[in-house]
């Protein structure tokens, strides 16, 4: 891979980032590519019996088979499950594009990096710049994910006109289920995945189906991630 990192964001909060995130290093693993997932910001952070903060995205990085340290790999964890912006307010931290942007490239060359985005593309980190203006900074092409559901289709227009019009480079869709199997009514999965490449000509580069009984420790639903990612040619990145 010639590229320091992949960054990973969705159409929104609980889209299935952490899974694409977690499925893409496996995929990334098995071709002999070292991968490092990294969180920047993590909120929602579960306090641990040592009291420090745990990351539940690195926890699910981590029973996918992929390296995990908390320490290294989520430099920004908060405790209130809202907006980066507002947690780090709370805690009393200011949070800044280039200080986190810095502690993202000192893991440039552990391996390629693959950040993973909290929440939406326009989620602010303060009061003045959002994960957008992370993006740019980082210059790492973007993955954007998006559920398989009714409405998809503007969600993702909207955030994939926000990141061409930011300059930044999108190297594909990767369509999930999180909520329940992908509307089979009308041909409307198809359709999504159709309209998403038609308006915006950026190409959906995988679906991964809802799994039911969801468990990020049962191999079987790593399985049927990797199942669903194969396709993807990570030289295309
Ligand atoms: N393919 C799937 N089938 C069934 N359930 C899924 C699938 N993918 C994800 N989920 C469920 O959806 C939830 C949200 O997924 P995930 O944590 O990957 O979202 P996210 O976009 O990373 O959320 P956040 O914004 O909090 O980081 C997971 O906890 C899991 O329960
Ligand atoms: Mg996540």
Known sequence: MNIPGIFITGTGTDIGKTVVTAGLARLFNKAGVKVLPVKPAQSGGVRQPNGK????????????GAEWNVEIQCPYIFEPACSPHLAAKLAGVEL???SIAGKVR?????????????????????????MLDLMKELSYPVVLVAGNKLGTINDSLL????????????????????????PSEFGMAEDNIRSIENFSGVKVLSSIP???????DELRCWEEVDRALSGINISSF
Not at 117 to 130: D, F, H, I, M, R
Not at 169 to 177: D, L, P
């Open 106 to 130: 000192s893991l440039e060359g552990s391996g390629t990096l693959l950040v993973e985005g909290a929440g939406g593309v326009l989620v602010p980190l303060n009061g003045k710049s959002t």
């Open 53 to 64: 903060l745990g990351s539940p995205d690195g926890d699910v990085y981590k029973s996918a």
């Open 159 to 182: 955030s994939l006109m926000a990141l061409k019009q930011a300059g930044v480079k999108v190297c594909g869709v990767i369509m999930t289920a999180c909520e329940g199997p992908a």
């Open 210 to 216: 809802y799994i039911s009984d969801w468990n990020v």
């Open 96 to 98: 800044d594009v280039s």
